[in-house]
């Protein structure tokens, strides 16, 4: 099935069915407005980021939030590349823009 993802001002992330629009997972753990949500190339994780200085790495099929960024800035939006694996990158509420390897982060 298609999934759809949208981050909310309530911390939570919603993901939804594509067609029917029935809800099939909220993701809770961060503790501010989530700004960005993306499905990593596979769609077996989710990426999040948030006013709580956080990237979040979630599975798509449990829910459980696998691994916790800190940051020391707001990551605004978070995009994964489409064909290089565990490649992401943000764009910061300070002008910048950072380059993850989220398999090294991960580990």
Known sequence: ASLILSGSDDA??????????????????HEDIVTSVAFS???????????????KIWETE???CIKTIPLLWIPEQIKVHPTKHGLAATANGNG????????????
């Open 41 to 55: 190339p596979d769609a077996k994780h989710i990426l999040s980021t948030s006013y709580d200085h956080t990237i």
């Open 62 to 64: 449990t829910g459980q």
């Open 12 to 29: 939570t992330i919603k993901c939804w069915e594509r067609g029917s629009g029935k809800e099939m997972r909220t993701f809770k753990g």
């Open 96 to 107: 910048t823009v950072t380059l993850f390897d989220l398999k090294e982060v991960t580990q």
